[in-house]
């Protein structure tokens, strides 16, 4: 269970003043700040409750800034919890794993309560993923500090169908067993333990749980325990599947009864496949036609979802955006005059040359980008050679000595292999084969979602309506290389909060448009080193143009423009 229950509602309130208000001292201006915040909060968490995500993310958005202009941690903290936790409900779970994590460095270690559904969130994101060992980590998370013991034995439950997911089915079993044995009044809770105890011992080979499979569904029943009996009436199907299909086809029947009755397209659905797997009767078609509608409707009421969550999303950025926007239009000014004195210059020149000359001169810069090119791959090799070994290499042998004759927590090194693993990650992110061709768009968003990072924002504009995956494979790969360039550039050296990526089309020419707010540099310093002349050189190559301009504290921008 992600969200906490509504009972919480009286603390959320009284931790939301005490915290604004008497944690720190607050000139009478920010008073306003603060019943805005608060408002904003409670808002969200209401429309959160009725299921209204795209709402309820749109207030908690807004509360999280308010807190911030105010300098709230614990308050910034809680509402990126809430945040996390929608935009995994949404399926966004990259971002929910950032704001998640950012969560965590403002919350302190003793709101327990709010720690174990950012561990939670964590670990249902990592489960939807299919990353299930990562989703056991974080389930350990929770249950470690958990001070709730309905809370605890949820996470429990959880983690035994993690490992049911990964085919553990002994140690799910055993941790299901443990649980049985316990004394809980929810008879909702022990009917789930027993339910999902039987179904696993049944996937692991145990013939003798329909016992126990029917006897969940009876407690399901008495309780009137509608998702529940859902959940029996899928498993009991499974399970007569072979040995009793009629009574299987009866139970997947009855699972789509309650599924339509409680609104549910994905257990309709899930439902209906089994229907059409058992029914031989006339009436498949019609169960297949049903399946199909729900399918579409399912899948445009998803898209709509996430359509209007992407444009909260986009427009809570859009303030920040609108400070660049200016900047990067007096930028394209800029460059269109730069352009038309290109275009004068080189007119005025060519005349006055030869054909032989004009021979000559193109033979030499094809065998100048040759070299260049040989240099480059040779660049490369040694680059990741040495951060293999400066990066990578001389982190494993110190956690090697550590294990060898230090005694450390395993949190420790379990902390510095991740770092370890990271960093290969980024390595490898960095040099592997650019997929070109149709699917090159696709490749290149990722490429450029992978610098988003807890300090970092990047904001895409455009990408998907310039028809990139229309350039030649050479282009392509140009492209790519200086774009990713910049953005590793910008990692090591900007420290920049926010990159904006504009890509326009006008004309035949494409033009991208890079600027972020970084440390920048001055002018005098800015003459093509520290990887800017292989940008340029790349640029050139497809007979394009890149400008670069930035001012120290200021930030940085780049202008690429090509046919």
Known sequence: MKKMNISLLYILFCSFISTTIFSKEIVVSDTLKVKQAGEAFLKGYYLDVAHKKDSAYFYYKTANEIYRSLNDSLMIGQTLTYLAILESDLGDYTSSDITAIEALKFLPKDKTEYLTSVYNCLAISSRKQEDFKEALYWYDKAIAISTNKSNTIKYLQNKANAYRDLNAYENAINLLDSLNTLEIKSRKTKARILDNLAYTKWLNGEASIINDLEAALKMRQTEQDTWGLIASYAHLSEVYKKENPTKALGYA???????????????????????????????????YARYLRINDSLNKAENKAKNKYAKLKFDSEKNREDNLQLKITNAKKELALQKEKTINIAGSVASGFTLLLFLGFMYYRKQQYKQEKRAEVYQTETSIAKKIHDEVANNVVNIMNRVQYIEEPKENLLDDLEKVYLLTRNISHQNKAIETGENYTIALKSLLNNFNSSTTTIILKNISNVGLENLSETKQI???????????????????????LSFEKEKGNISIMYSDNGVGVALNSLELKNGLVNMETRIKSINGIITFTSTLNKGFKAIISFK
Do not use: C, T, W
């Open 253 to 287: 029947k009855q699972m789509y009864g309650l599924a339509i009755k409680s609104n549910s397209p994905q257990d309709q659905l899930e439902a209906l496949n089994k229907i059409i797997a058992l029914d031989n009767s006339k009436k498949l078609k019609d169960f």
């Open 478 to 500: 140009e492209i790519y290389r200086v774009l990713q360039e910049l953005l590793v550039n910008m990692q090591k050296h900007s420290k920049a909060k926010l990159v904006a």
